[in-house]
Nanobody, 126 residues
Framework: QVPLVESGGGSVQAGGSLRLSCAASGYTSGHYWLGWFRQAPGKEREGVATIYRGIDRYYSDSVKGRFTISQDNAKNALYLQMDSLKPEDTAMYYC????????????????????WGRGTQVTVSS
């Protein structure tokens, strides 16, 4: 498989926005769940948002209404638009994929995902 590669991270002030991108060639045209996950220092990796075939979307409660996940099959890319950022959003963000059939909260469970990018850092200051 072509590696997943994240980009778009950076430092912003609270209330600002960022758009993360993930090069996902070989995944967007297949039957994969794609997702964004994050891990803050000293904490476990957690699910942020996931998507299946560009239509079925699932968000964690902490980001719902602020973040939007999408995919562009023509560009073989996965995106995460992050608005109204908060300091608690600070983390390393990863994109990931799986061929597993997922239901309910499994869709944002990082243990259910098999293919991972290297991550991109997002830092939100007060």
């Amino acid at each position: 498989q072509v590696p997943l590669v994240e980009s778009g991270g950076g430092s912003v002030q609270a209330g600002g926005s960022l758009r993360l991108s993930c090069a996902a060639s070989g995944y967007t045209s297949g039957h994969y769940w794609l997702g964004w996950f994050r891990q803050a220092p000293g904490k476990e990796r957690e699910g942020v948002a996931t998507i299946y075939r560009g239509i079925d979307r699932y968000y964690s409660d902490s980001v719902k209404g602020r973040f939007t996940i999408s995919q562009d099959n023509a560009k073989n890319a996965l995106y995460l638009q992050m608005d109204s950022l908060k300091p608690e959003d600070t983390a390393m963000y990863y994109c990931a994929a799986t061929r597993a059939i997922l239901i309910g909260s499994q869709r944002i469970n990082p243990r259910r995902y098999d293919y991972w990018g290297r991550g991109t850092q997002v830092t939100v200051s007060s």
